[in-house]
């Protein structure tokens, strides 16, 4: 499994947990400790979430297509896209 693949799959775990301390918010509300694993998971996952974009803009820098001119143009455009989130 790649570094690219493992930040993937831990955001799409961190994502389901965060979705449900936030239902869990909506529905009962959280008390101090929880408010405060709460917040440790939207940190993580927002870090979890940067590491993934800087990952796959190493990807592209380090493709084997990134020689040719057209390509590098591509690849600028999609590091782009992935800084903005998109």
């Not at 405060?36 to 940067?50: A, D, F, P, S, T």
Request: hydrophobic share 30%; aromatic share 4%.
């Amino acid at each position: 499994m790649t570094y690219t693949k493992l930040l993937e799959r831990r955001g799409e775990i961190l994502k389901r947990t965060v979705e449900t301390w936030i239902m869990k918010e909506n529905r009962d509300g959280l008390d101090r400790q929880e408010a405060h694993i709460y917040r440790n998971m939207v940190k993580e996952l927002h870090q979890n979430e940067q590491e993934l974009n800087v990952a796959r803009v190493e990807e592209l820098d380090k493709s084997p297509d990134s020689d040719t001119e057209g390509a590098a143009s591509t690849a600028s455009v999609q590091r782009e896209l992935i800084s903005q989130g998109v």
